[in-house]
C-alpha cells in the first residue's frame, strides 16, 4: 500500500469500486487494519458505493428452518450437526402448507427475499417435490423473492429448482480454501464451489457469502471475499460467528463492533454492486452499533436465523426508518395478479362508462 490511511485514501477506495475497478489485497488489507478512530470515515466511504448502486433502499430477508438438525455434515460452526451435542429442534422437512405459511409471514414482515432453508448434505427427491411445490406456490399467490439453501446440488436439481420458480440458491463458501479444512472436512471447500457455479449455470442467482470469527486470519477475509467475487456471488451474506454451546467453535471469542464493521466496509469495496448482506449474528456482535452497517450494506435478515432469535421486524422496520431509508419489496406482480387487476380495472372503467385502451 502506498497511501497512509485518511479520508481521502478511504474515499479513493470508493471511486475505484464504483469506477469497477477491483480494489487490492494490501487495500483490503488496510480496510481490516483501519484505527477504530477512521471508523466513521471508513463507514463513509462505503456509504458512497452503496448510495451508487443501492441508493437508500434496505431488502428485507426473512428465513425459514424448513428441516432442522440431524445433518451429517460436520462444520464446526454448526449446531444442527448430528455430530455434535446441543439442543437445537429436530425435525423432517415441513409441510407444503407449513412452508407457504412461512412465507406469508415473511411478506407481513416487509420481505423482499423469503429464504427456505434445509439442515442436510444435498436435497432428496422427496424433499426437493416439497420445496419445488411450495415454491409455485408462493410464486402464485404473492410477490416476493425466493431464495432456497437445501446444500449441494446437481445439474438436475438445479434445473428443478429454476424451473419452479427460484429466483436464488444460496450456498456459502464459508471461509477461505486454505481455512476451509478447520471448518468442515465431510465435503470440501471445490465442492461449494461447484454448487455456486451450478446454481449459475441453471439461470438463478448465486447467494454465497461466509462466516468470520472462526478463527480465520485476516488474509482468510480477504481470501473469501476475493473468491466471492471471482465466482460471481450477486448476493454477498457475511455471517459474525455466535458461537453455539456444543460445537467446536463454541468457546471462540465473538468479533468487536468495530471490527464487524471494518470487515462489512471491505466486502463493499470488493462487491460493489452485490446484494450485500449483514447476517447472523448481527444482533450480538454488533449490539448497539447495528445501524452503522447500514451504510455498507443494503440488506438484512429480520425474525431471527436457523437456530437463533434475532430482531422482529417492527424493530428492524424501525431502525430503517430512523436513519432514513426505506424498505424495498419486490414490485412485479405474479401473472396471474397483473391478469386480475387489468380485468378489475377494465370492469371499473366498464361500469363508469370509461371507453378501454
Excluded at 448510495?51 to 430477508?61: C, E
Excluded at 432428496?124 to 415454491?135: F, G, I, K, P, Q
Excluded at 424495498?328 to 396471474?336: I, L
Aim: hydrophobic residues 40%.
Amino acid at each position: 500500500m502506498n497511501h497512509e490511511p485518511n479520508v481521502a485514501y478511504w474515499h479513493s477506495l470508493a471511486d475505484r469500486a464504483i469506477a469497477g475497478e477491483l480494489i487490492s489485497r494490501d487495500d483490503a488489507r488496510a480496510v481490516l487494519s483501519a484505527p477504530d478512530d477512521q471508523v466513521l470515515a471508513l463507514l463513509d466511504a462505503a456509504f458512497k458505493v452503496r448510495r451508487q448502486f443501492h441508493g437508500r433502499k434496505v431488502r428485507i430477508h426473512v428465513l425459514q428452518n424448513a428441516k432442522s438438525g440431524a445433518c451429517p455434515e460436520d462444520c464446526s460452526f454448526c449446531s444442527q450437526s448430528s455430530r455434535y451435542d446441543t439442543a437445537v429442534d429436530e425435525y423432517k422437512i415441513q409441510s407444503v402448507d407449513e412452508i407457504v405459511d412461512g412465507a406469508r409471514r415473511a411478506k407481513r414482515a416487509k420481505a423482499w427475499k423469503y429464504c427456505i432453508v434445509t439442515a442436510t448434505r444435498g436435497p432428496s427427491r422427496h424433499d426437493l417435490d416439497v420445496v419445488c411445490e411450495a415454491v409455485k406456490r408462493i410464486k402464485a399467490e404473492m410477490d416476493i423473492t425466493v431464495c432456497t439453501s437445501l446444500g449441494l446440488l446437481t445439474e438436475d436439481k438445479a434445473r428443478r429448482l429454476k424451473e419452479a420458480g427460484v429466483d436464488r440458491f444460496n450456498h456459502n463458501l464459508e471461509t477461505s480454501e486454505r481455512f476451509f479444512s478447520e471448518v468442515a472436512t465431510t465435503h470440501t471447500w471445490a465442492d461449494r464451489v461447484n454448487t455456486v457455479k451450478l446454481a449459475k449455470a441453471a439461470g438463478m442467482e448465486a447467494c454465497a457469502g461466509g462466516i468470520v470469527g472462526m478463527g480465520e486470519s485476516q488474509d482468510d477475509v480477504i481470501d473469501l471475499a476475493f473468491a466471492l467475487r471471482e465466482v460471481g456471488a450477486d448476493s454477498v451474506p457475511v455471517n459474525f460467528l455466535d458461537p453455539r454451546p456444543g460445537t467446536p467453535f463454541a468457546k471462540l471469542e465473538r468479533m468487536s463492533p468495530t471490527q464487524c464493521l471494518k470487515t462489512l466496509a471491505m466486502f463493499r469495496f470488493v462487491h460493489p454492486r452485490a446484494d450485500l448482506r449483514v447476517a447472523g449474528g448481527r444482533e450480538v456482535n454488533l449490539r448497539w452499533m447495528q445501524p452503522f452497517a447500514l451504510y455498507c450494506v443494503n440488506s438484512i435478515f429480520t425474525s431471527g436465523y436457523l437456530t437463533t432469535p434475532g430482531a422482529t421486524p417492527s424493530t428492524d422496520h424501525q431502525m430503517i426508518r430512523d436513519l432514513g431509508f426505506e424498505w424495498e419489496e419486490v414490485e412485479s406482480p405474479a401473472p396471474w395478479r397483473r391478469a386480475a387487476a387489468g380485468e378489475e380495472a377494465c370492469h371499473a372503467r366498464e361500469t363508469s362508462g370509461e371507453a378501454a385502451p
